[in-house]
């Protein structure tokens, strides 16, 4: 069975910081590209940050650029998104999501076949 579960969601002011967390278990994890996405309320979901199966490569939306990070422990099979200098239009719900086929990372959500639940975030201004 396969499980994704990510953690570190809550509330935090403007400004401040949050480091997500997403556990991987029942597949692969260390061969295969990972992401995170979010959606806010009455919003499509859309992608945040994606990093490849040896954390060499990663790639972020404009948006958050600077402000994120991406990082993995395969030896833990986890994926973490840093998120610093947050800002009230970074509330969202935040999904972390395993990709498909093993090879480059993506940023569309069709090349994930493995999602974790999400974890709310919201940033209060």
């Known amino acids: 069975q396969v499980q994704l579960v990510e953690s570190g969601g809550g509330l935090v002011q403007a400004g401040g910081s949050l480091r997500l967390s997403c556990v991987v278990s029942?597949?692969?994890?260390?061969?295969?590209?990972m992401g995170w996405f979010r959606q806010a309320p009455g919003k499509a979901r859309e992608f945040v940050a994606t990093i490849n199966w040896s954390g060499s490569t990663t790639y972020l939306v404009d948006s958050v650029k600077g402000r994120f990070t991406i990082s993995r422990d395969n030896a833990k099979n986890t994926v973490y998104l840093q998120m610093n200098s947050l800002k009230p239009e970074d509330t969202a719900v935040y999904f972390c999501a395993a990709a498909r086929e093993s090879g480059r990372t993506s940023i569309s959500d069709s090349s994930y076949s493995d999602w974790g639940q999400g974890t709310q975030v919201t940033v209060s201004s």
């Open positions: 029942g597949r692969s994890f260390s061969r295969y590209a």
